[in-house]
């Protein structure tokens, strides 16, 4: 039975029988356009200001670079480029490796193996970040957690009562409340058990791009101090280590001047906020041309306005989203998010599931 018949005949049904078609099968029946991979993050430590989301080791990523290099045809930036620009849309299932925000760890992790395997990346830097001139607000709440962990009971009642929170506080449905949900369910932090602990976390967890005197009055109350992480860890590449990245061949693209979602702006906000990334971009690493991938995602800003300002911006490229591997206007590249990592405890990659989940949402995504 195809496999768009087994969705009509029922959401959940279908779901559960896409959901098991192995990998092979997808790339061979369905073949995509392009096997855009997205991460964030690759360390082997603990990273205080990264507790929001999950992230693989260097073994970890190492494995899911030979697996594709084994399983797919690789492309490169360029070649992407050539055909989309010229609307060549092939199936064959090419893939590229994609990194978003900028951390130290694309120049010192992530680059050797890619150089190892002979591989090109697409490297987007939120140019605020750059030098590690400021601290990002979701890793100044990161620090918080990271404060919160570490906390006793009563050092948590303490802390829900200077801030004010209830132990009934519950998430309303809304956008908000969904993004927070997304977040408690990357969290895999040990907390301390008490009565406030979880309404603390959901507090925290809200908190949002527009809740800056929010985020400061958090740092003060658990002695975090953005201004010294800075410069004693330096987590964001330097305006140097983006240079070398790009004399090495990689290319880098723009992720937004401070990380905004651009579906809270305005239009004139958002053509400033993506042409004055690239343009930084384009002064730091000569490129003519530079990508822009979207903060967050893409869902829902007009196509027609994009292409316009790629038009009257000619230094403008390709965008680059997050809707997994469908399809798209031309100058549009959907990647497939595969931060988290694997929980066998064998070191080997763990792609082949998250593809396979990314076809079935595909599928089931054409067949609604």
């Given at each position: 039975?195809?496999?768009?018949?087994?969705?009509?005949?029922?959401?959940?049904?279908?779901?559960?029988?896409?959901?098991?078609?192995?990998?092979?099968?997808?790339?061979?029946?369905?073949?995509a356009d392009m096997l855009a991979l997205?991460?964030?993050?690759?360390?082997?430590?603990?990273?205080?200001?990264?507790?929001?989301?999950?992230?693989?080791?260097?073994?970890?990523?190492?494995?899911?670079?030979?697996?594709?290099r084994e399983s797919f045809p690789a492309?490169?930036?360029?070649?992407?480029?050539?055909?989309?620009?010229?609307?060549?849309?092939?199936?064959?299932?090419?893939?590229?490796?994609?990194?978003?925000?900028?951390?130290?760890?694309?120049?010192?992790?992530?680059?050797?193996?890619?150089?190892?395997?002979?591989?090109?990346g697409v490297f987007f830097v939120t140019?605020?970040?750059?030098?590690?001139?400021?601290?990002?607000?979701?890793?100044?709440?990161?620090?918080?957690?990271?404060?919160?962990?570490?906390?006793?009971?009563?050092?948590?009642?303490?802390?829900?009562?200077?801030?004010?929170?209830?132990?009934?506080?519950?998430?309303?449905?809304?956008?908000?409340?969904?993004?927070?949900?997304?977040?408690?369910?990357?969290?895999?932090?040990?907390?301390?058990?008490?009565?406030?602990?979880?309404?603390?976390?959901?507090?925290?967890?809200?908190?949002?791009?527009?809740?800056?005197?929010?985020?400061?009055?958090?740092?003060?109350?658990?002695?975090?101090?953005?201004?010294?992480?800075?410069?004693?860890?330096?987590?964001?590449?330097?305006?140097?280590?983006?240079?070398?990245?790009?004399?090495?061949?990689?290319?880098?693209?723009?992720?937004?001047?401070?990380?905004?979602?651009?579906?809270?702006?305005?239009?004139?906000?958002?053509?400033?906020?993506?042409?004055?990334?690239?343009?930084?971009?384009?002064?730091?690493?000569?490129?003519?041309?530079?990508?822009?991938?979207?903060?967050?995602?893409?869902?829902?800003?007009?196509?027609?306005?994009?292409?316009?300002?790629?038009?009257?911006?000619?230094?403008?490229?390709?965008?680059?989203?997050?809707?997994?591997?469908?399809?798209?206007?031309?100058?549009?590249?959907?990647?497939?998010?595969?931060?988290?990592?694997?929980?066998?405890?064998?070191?080997?990659?763990?792609?082949?599931?998250?593809?396979?989940?990314?076809?079935?949402?595909?599928?089931?995504?054409?067949?609604?």
């Open positions: 039975m195809p496999l768009v018949t087994i969705m009509s005949n029922g959401k959940s049904a279908g779901r559960t029988v896409l959901s098991g078609v192995p990998l092979g099968v997808w790339a061979r029946l369905f073949p997205c991460y964030h993050m690759v360390s082997d430590q603990p990273l205080p200001y990264f507790n929001y989301y999950p992230f693989k080791t260097s073994e970890q990523f190492d494995a899911d670079v030979a697996f594709m492309i490169t930036y360029a070649e992407m480029v050539h055909r989309r620009k010229n609307n060549v849309r092939g199936g064959g299932n090419n893939f590229i490796f994609t990194f978003d925000d900028g951390f130290a760890a694309c120049h010192d992790v992530i680059r050797p193996i890619l150089q190892k395997y002979q591989l090109d140019t605020a970040l750059v030098d590690n001139r400021e601290l990002f607000f979701e890793s100044k709440v990161s620090l918080c957690l990271d404060a919160f962990q570490r906390m006793t009971p009563d050092g948590v009642e303490d802390l829900a009562a200077k801030l004010g929170v209830r132990g009934g506080e519950q998430l309303t449905p809304s956008a908000a409340a969904r993004l927070t949900n997304n977040r408690m369910e990357n969290f895999n932090m040990v907390l301390p058990q008490s009565a406030s602990t979880r309404p603390l976390l959901v507090r925290l967890l809200s908190l949002d791009e527009q809740d800056q005197d929010a985020i400061n009055e958090l740092c003060e109350r658990c002695d975090v101090d953005p201004v010294a992480m800075l410069r004693e860890q330096r987590p964001y590449m330097t305006s140097n280590q983006i240079r070398a990245m790009a004399d090495a061949g990689f290319t880098i693209g723009a992720h937004g001047v401070a990380h905004r979602r651009l579906q809270s702006m305005s239009r004139r906000e958002v053509e400033s906020d993506i042409v004055e990334s690239c343009d930084r971009v384009r002064y730091l690493t000569d490129q003519k041309k530079v990508p822009f991938a979207f903060p967050y995602s893409g869902h829902g800003l007009d196509r027609g306005f994009l292409a316009d300002l790629m038009r009257r911006h000619d230094f403008i490229e390709l965008y680059f989203d997050t809707g997994g591997i469908r399809r798209d206007a031309a100058f549009v590249v959907n990647r497939v998010v595969v931060d988290r990592p694997s929980q066998m405890t064998e070191v080997r990659s763990n792609l082949p599931g998250l593809l396979q989940a990314s076809w079935a949402r595909r599928r089931a995504w054409i067949a609604r």
